[in-house]
């Protein structure tokens, strides 16, 4: 009986934190990412899931001094166009395929232009590899994500 009841507690125990685990496996959570032409942060990007459909939102951006702390998406091309970038949905439609999320697309404030996009976890899950590209994956550039959590 004792043995019975150690073992549950053993499962109990594992339990409880097997979800602490099971978040570096998964690209839910807050990640900052770096820009991979200057190399410095840029904003923090709260990924979520739903559905198994995963998005991106900008909780918060990095920004110097002297530049806007809470600018608009001016170049945007869509219902984007003039709302503040803060609090923006950024990235739509990922879904996990294999190792890697693909199928989605992910908008680049700066310039105002929607990529298609993938992604994969990467240093244990404590880095994301995002891709954005055009047309085909060679054709785009790659950022890394820190994660924050």
Request: glycine letters at 10%; proline letters at 5%.
């Amino acid at each position: 009986m004792r043995t019975l009841k150690f073992l549950g507690l053993a499962i109990a125990a594992f339990m409880s934190i097997a979800p602490a685990f099971a978040d570096d496996a998964s690209p839910i959570g807050l990640w900052k990412n770096i820009d991979d032409k200057t190399g410095k942060p840029k904003a923090l990007i709260r990924v979520t899931e739903t559905n198994g459909v995963l998005q991106g939102q900008i909780e918060k951006l990095f920004r110097e001094p002297n530049e806007d702390q809470n600018p608009s998406c001016e170049k945007c091309k869509d219902a984007r166009k003039g709302k503040p970038v803060i609090g923006m949905v950024i990235m739509t439609n990922l879904k996990k395929d294999g190792d890697e999320y693909n199928g989605g697309q992910i908008l680049d404030p700066d310039d105002g232009e929607t990529y298609k996009c993938k992604l994969h976890l990467t240093d244990g899950g404590k880095k994301l590899s995002m891709r954005g590209y055009i047309g085909v994956p060679m054709l785009g550039r790659s950022q890394v994500w820190v994660r924050q959590e």
